[in-house]
């Protein structure tokens, strides 16, 4: 059955929630202590015959943001301190002109909300503090200050206190612009991401990093779905140009020349990997630091010396990288764009059980498969 405006009667039923029962304890756990903290630093300092009250009530909503969500742009301190210190002052304004009356409260309100976009501190309990000072005909400014002001700032720091020591960012930090290499990797940019958002064109409870990063990662795990089932012994390159500890450096010169790839896994006898040596290798060992002399160099460091002993490098196992990065033929090629987006690795080599080569596996093998499972 459908309503009116076209929503269904589920609409209206509360979704599913999506944090564990450690994040509810966590974030109820963290009202109650900031509530608290509030609440008897203000009563302690509260004369005992003041009219004045020690805590107002929207603070418990602001305390709901404020650990429940605080990624989000509403729960950040200064719109929890400058959302309710200036929706009480409108409320309080409206007050000494119009008196308690339904005009006040909706005027306040209203206004409340415009004045906290134009700030941005923009917090919805604010909207709660303007409606109070009118329901309570308050007409004294220094009620902004205290309670509202005070009890703002008290939570804001057991905020900050509190999510600090259980792990979460609060305040939030503001981007400065992503590394090139991050950019690089992404599927897509900010600009994209502005260009979405201005379009929705409506407040979002989430932070805009906070949407990147989900967006991204719900990217990477629809990638591990559809290729959970693939392996990379199915998509690699299987008997791969290897060569040994002893390979002499022009040798193996010369097949990274022939086959124009980049890297050359070193194996022992039993074919279990041992190293690699690449491109990179070589220039380095050659000290290749100006362009006009590479060449030189680089013969040099490849001619095999006549002699029986050398100040050079004479065989791979000499220049090679012992620590490398591999991969299992077992397992899903899902687990590896993680690898090649992020470290700059373009070949794996690929083992199996017993740590022998049997294949390497690179990043268009990926995308092929990716792009075939679609």
Request: glycine share 8%.
């Given at each position: 059955m459908r309503?009116?405006s076209?929503?269904s ?7 599913d929630?999506?944090?564990?029962g450690?994040?509810?304890?966590r974030a ?5 202590l ?9 009563h302690?300092f509260?004369?005992?015959h003041?009219s004045?009250?020690?805590l107002?009530?929207?603070?418990g909503?602001s305390?709901?943001?404020v650990f ?5 742009p ?11 210190t200036?929706s ?12 308690s009356?339904?005009w006040?409260?909706a ?9 906290m ?13 303007a409606l109070l000072?009118v329901?309570a005909?308050v007409g004294d ?6 309670p509202v ?5 008290l939570l804001?720091l057991a905020g900050v206190?509190y ?6 960012t ?5 981007a ?6 991050e950019?690089r990797?992404?599927s897509f940019t900010?600009?994209d991401l502005?260009?979405?958002?201005a379009?929705y064109?409506?407040?979002?409870d989430?932070?805009?990093e ?6 991204e990662?719900?990217?990477a795990?629809a990638?591990?779905?559809r ?12 008997d ?8 002499p450096?022009?040798?193996a010169?010369a097949?990274l020349r ?6 050359l ?7 279990r990997?041992?190293?690699i ?5 070589f220039?380095r060992?050659?000290k290749?630091d100006?362009?006009a002399?590479w060449?030189?160099r680089?013969?040099?460091?490849i001619r ?9 490098p004479e ?5 090679m990288a012992?620590q490398?990065?591999?991969?299992s033929?077992?397992?899903p090629?899902?687990?590896?764009l993680?690898?090649f987006?992020?470290?700059?690795h373009?070949?794996v080599?690929v083992i199996?059980?017993e740590?022998r080569?049997v294949?390497m ?5 990926v995308?092929?498969a990716?792009a075939r499972?679609e």
């Open positions: 309503t009116l076209g929503a009667w589920r609409d209206f039923l509360p979704p929630q999506t944090v564990d450690k994040e509810r304890w109820s756990l963290g009202a109650l900031g509530v608290l903290l509030t609440a008897l630093l203000c302690a509260t004369p005992p003041a004045l009250p020690w107002v009530a929207p603070i909503a305390a709901v943001l429940a969500l605080p990624a989000s509403f729960a950040q301190p200064w719109s929890v301190v400058g959302g309710n200036l009480a002052l409108v409320g309080i304004a409206f007050v000494q002109l119009l008196g009356t339904p006040a409260a005027l306040a309100v209203g206004v409340a909300i415009g004045l976009f134009a700030l941005r501190c923009l917090h919805p309990p604010g909207g709660a503090c000072m329901m005909g400014p220094g009620f902004a200050v205290y002001l005070v009890n703002s700032l804001s206190l999510n600090h020591a259980t792990g979460r609060y305040p939030q930090r503001h400065v612009g992503p590394k090139v290499d950019v990797h992404r900010d600009a502005d260009a979405v958002l379009r064109n409506q407040v979002l989430l932070s805009r906070d949407l990147h990063m989900l967006l990662q719900a990217q795990q990638w591990r779905r290729s959970g089932q693939v392996r990379c012994a199915e998509v690699m390159s299987q791969p140009v290897a060569v040994s500890f002893g390979t450096l022009q040798e010169w097949l022939q086959h124009r790839i980049k890297s896994p070193v194996v022992d006898r039993a074919q990997l041992v190293g040596v690449t491109l990179a290798d220039m060992e050659a290749v100006a362009q002399e060449p030189r680089l013969a040099s460091l095999p010396t006549p002699t029986t002993h050398s100040d050079k065989t791979v196992g000499q220049i012992r490398v990065r591999v991969v033929q077992d397992r090629i899902g687990d590896l993680p690898l987006s992020s470290t700059g373009h070949h080599p199996d059980g740590r080569l294949g596996i690179t990043q268009s093998d995308v092929r990716l499972h």
